[in-house]
């Protein structure tokens, strides 16, 4: 079935640049997404890639796409402390109008 | 624009008690919803999902159940609360159509005692 794996944690100096990775199982994928989750709140979204794209920048953030491998990555640039928090990476399932979310990195940046 | 209400923020019940958690998007129409359940340290699990009123979708054989009386709410129940149900439960909606993306409320923090 289908299966997006993430690793749990990522610790970072601040000013650093953080790296989230993330495979999926589903080659059928019309969009893979990232979303951020402070803590006590929902899920915000970051940004999307669409799957015919290999990269997509948006200010700091920059999504790399390798679909022969399977693997999103999400780069933050100069990573602050306000980006502490839960990042999700998710893969919209063919065919469906269901996502299907990875566990989660707990990203935590130090001074 | 378009915002997604959920109610109570917060919500202490006993064992065996009710339980009735709302959503409601404003702004749009016809919209995909969605119930997820995030337990302490894990991801997200699906619940269900409603393409139309009255319409929904089972994900996992659970205590809970589901229902969408009108357009834009989309409601979750337990008519006995058990202690796995404790958790985080996040509703989301969608476009039919458009890219597929999902965007959450602000989430409903559930602790069974």
């Known amino acids: 079935g289908e299966d997006v794996e993430q690793s749990l944690f990522l610790s970072v100096r601040e000013g650093d640049s953080s790296v989230i990775n993330c495979t999926y199982t589903d080659s059928s994928s019309t969009y893979l997404y990232w979303y951020k989750q402070e803590p006590g709140a929902g899920l915000q979204l970051l940004t999307y890639?669409?799957?015919?794209?290999d990269m997509k920048q948006d200010q700091r953030l920059t999504v790399l796409l390798n679909k022969k491998d399977k693997h999103l990555s999400l780069r933050i640039a100069d990573t602050q402390t306000g980006d502490s928090a839960i990042y999700f990476c998710a893969e919209s399932i063919g065919n469906t109008d269901k996502l299907i979310f990875g566990t989660g990195t707990r990203l935590q940046v130090f001074p | 624009s378009q915002t997604i209400h959920q109610w109570p923020a917060t919500l202490v019940q006993p064992v065996g008690s009710p339980l009735s958690l709302e959503c409601t998007v404003e702004g749009t129409s016809n919209p995909n919803l969605y119930w997820y359940r995030q337990a302490a340290g894990r991801g997200l699990q699906l619940l269900f999902y409603s393409v139309g009123i009255g319409q929904i979708s089972s994900e996992v054989p659970q205590n809970l159940s589901a229902s969408r009386p009108q357009d834009r709410q989309f409601i979750l129940s337990s008519k006995k609360l058990l202690l796995s149900d404790s958790g985080f439960y996040l509703c989301?909606?969608?476009?039919?159509?458009?890219?597929?993306?999902?965007?959450f409320g602000p989430g409903t923090r559930l602790t069974v005692l």
């Open positions: 890639i669409f799957s015919n794209m």
């Open positions: 989301a909606w969608t476009l039919i159509g458009g890219t597929d993306t999902q965007y």
